[in-house]
């Protein structure tokens, strides 16, 4: 199983970002899938998670009203769109298959992207 992520980059303080991972090796479509976030000296952390179907959305506190997260099953792709972005938001974001906001399911990551918000 391989999930490659991208989309990350420099954004202002305000501004958007659409991250992207696109998955292979197995049926995409049997897994919830997940984004996580590390920053700086922090721990990894759940920022959004989607279910199967894409019916079911979960986000992090922090997020909520700001952050997407989709899915596309015919392209075996999940997305992260980020609007309203903070210098907080600054971290590398990791998607993982088998999670709606546990990091203990988590049975495979992507390489990881980084976001960068300057203020």
């Known amino acids: 199983v391989q999930l490659q992520a991208s989309g990350g980059g420099l954004v202002q303080a305000g501004g958007s970002l659409r991250l992207s991972c696109a998955a292979s090796g197995r049926t995409f479509s049997s897994y919830a899938m997940g984004w996580f976030r590390q920053g700086p000296g922090k721990e990894r952390e759940f920022v959004a998670a989607?279910?199967?179907?894409?019916?079911?959305?979960y986000y992090a506190d922090s997020v909520k009203g700001r952050f997407t997260i989709s899915r596309d099953n015919a392209k075996n792709t999940v997305y992260l769109q980020m609007n309203s972005l903070k210098p907080d938001d600054t971290a590398v974001y990791y998607c993982?298959?088998?999670?709606?906001?546990?990091?203990?399911?988590?049975?495979?990551w992507g390489q990881g992207t980084l976001v960068t918000v300057s203020s």
């Open positions: 989607i279910g199967r179907r894409g019916s079911s959305t």
């Open positions: 993982a298959s088998n999670t709606i906001g546990s990091i203990q399911t988590v049975d495979y």
